[in-house]
């Protein structure tokens, strides 16, 4: 393997060994809304990018195998760690959001104990880092990459550790996880039957969906005594904010068709601040061992917001907390579009309503 390969995936190694997160899909009627936050991680230098259809993806890293390249269906906007810098490398290293023009979004996220596939002359081989720019280049529907999967592997460095959720504009969402060299895909329907559209870190995400029938069966319970998660641990994270989107649920405020959409991203961003991990050494937090520095970028990075109906990317950060948005058909994504970038720190932080004074 070349050494620049070498170089990338040992920071890749290092740095991606604190990307926890919380990724929801709320359960609006008329609009099709999801968030997720980003926990850990270096705060500084991720890369907002619009990437247009072309013929075939960016230049492959040099090395042996090549980082290949594929066609681009879809044209897409990512945010992807820029700490490589992708005009030296030639290409993005490390995608942990993206969402294409159909409204198909991937995401990645932490899974402690993950364990890569080998790379195979027989399917379409995918780095990890990459998954995510490869998936919404693709495809169109959470369905199309749950056909294709079987002829796909998915490999790296177990030390990059990270799962996939891939939600589409139906309201389906897609899990893959690698465990044991061996994919595990579970259809997401969001129905409190095969899933629950939310999605945090270890264990894996069968303990979690068996997780919330625990506390569904506690629910039923004639004394019931339940309380509110209140840590930042994956397990808590991932039930704290299936109780606060259930809550919004019994008042009817997601099957309302008039919720306006201003509303629903409120509703939606409500969620998101529930399991947004504050600046500062929190307790409750997974970051490591008693002697682990990670404690010191245990916070919440970043937050999206991204509307699957109408492609939208909404976002925030942990010093700009005013959402900036990117529509997709605002942006040119034909093949005569040039991919355009962005710091995602870059933007104003308020909103200036003095000449509004009447």
Same mark, same amino acid.
């Given at each position: 393997m070349g050494l620049s390969i070498l170089w990338v995936v040992a920071l890749v190694c290092v740095l991606a060994c604190c990307e926890a997160c919380s990724d929801i899909y709320m359960n609006f009627i008329e609009h099709r809304l999801s968030t997720r936050s980003m926990d850990l991680g270096t705060q500084v230098n &991720?890369?907002?990018t619009t990437w247009p259809k072309k013929l075939r993806s960016g230049a492959p890293l040099k090395g042996d195998p090549p980082l290949a390249g594929w066609p681009i269906k879809y044209g897409s906007v990512g945010i992807s760690g820029n700490w490589f810098t992708d005009e030296h490398y030639g290409f993005p290293s490390f995608f942990a959001d993206s969402l294409n023009e159909r409204g198909l979004s991937c995401s990645l996220l932490m899974l402690v104990g993950t +364990?890569? =596939?080998?790379? !195979?002359?027989?399917?379409? $081989?995918? %780095? @990890?880092?990459? %998954?995510? #720019?490869?998936?919404? =280049?693709t495809y169109e529907s959470v369905?199309?990459? +749950? =056909?294709?999967?079987? $002829?796909?592997a998915i490999y790296g460095p177990d030390?990059? @550790?990270?799962h996939f959720v891939i939600r589409d504009s139906t309201g389906a969402s897609l899990v893959v996880e690698c465990v044991g060299g061996e994919q595990r895909v579970y259809l997401d329907r969001n129905d409190n039957v095969n899933g629950? /559209?939310?999605?945090? $870190?270890?264990?894996?995400?069968? &303990? #979690?969906l068996e997780n919330i029938k625990h506390y569904q069966w506690k629910r039923t319970l004639a004394r019931q005594a339940v309380a509110v998660p209140g840590n930042f641990y994956p397990e808590e994270r991932f039930l704290r904010a299936y109780m606060m989107r259930e809550g919004m649920e019994a008042m009817g405020l997601m099957a309302a068709p008039a919720a306006q959409f201003q509303t629903a991203f409120a509703y939606a961003v409500q969620v998101l601040n529930t399991v947004s991990v504050p600046m500062g050494n929190q307790y409750g937090t997974d970051s490591g061992d008693s002697g !682990? !520095?990670? /404690?010191? /970028?245990? #916070?919440?990075? &970043? /937050?999206?917001v991204r509307d699957h109906k109408n492609p939208t990317l909404y976002w925030r950060d942990a010093t700009n907390p005013t959402f900036r948005r990117i529509v997709l058909s605002d942006v040119d994504l034909s093949v005569r579009g040039s991919k355009k970038s962005l710091l995602l720190e870059s933007g104003p932080f308020f909103v200036d309503m003095a000449a509004a004074l009447h």
């Open positions: &991720w890369t907002i +364990q890569y =596939q080998q790379r !195979s002359e027989d399917k379409t $081989n995918v %780095f @990890a880092g990459l %998954f995510c #720019h490869y998936v919404v =280049q369905l199309d990459l +749950q =056909q294709a999967l079987p $002829n796909i030390a990059l @550790a990270q629950f /559209g939310i999605m945090t $870190n270890e264990p894996t995400f069968d &303990w #979690h !682990s !520095s990670e /404690g010191d /970028g245990d #916070h919440s990075v &970043w /937050g999206v």
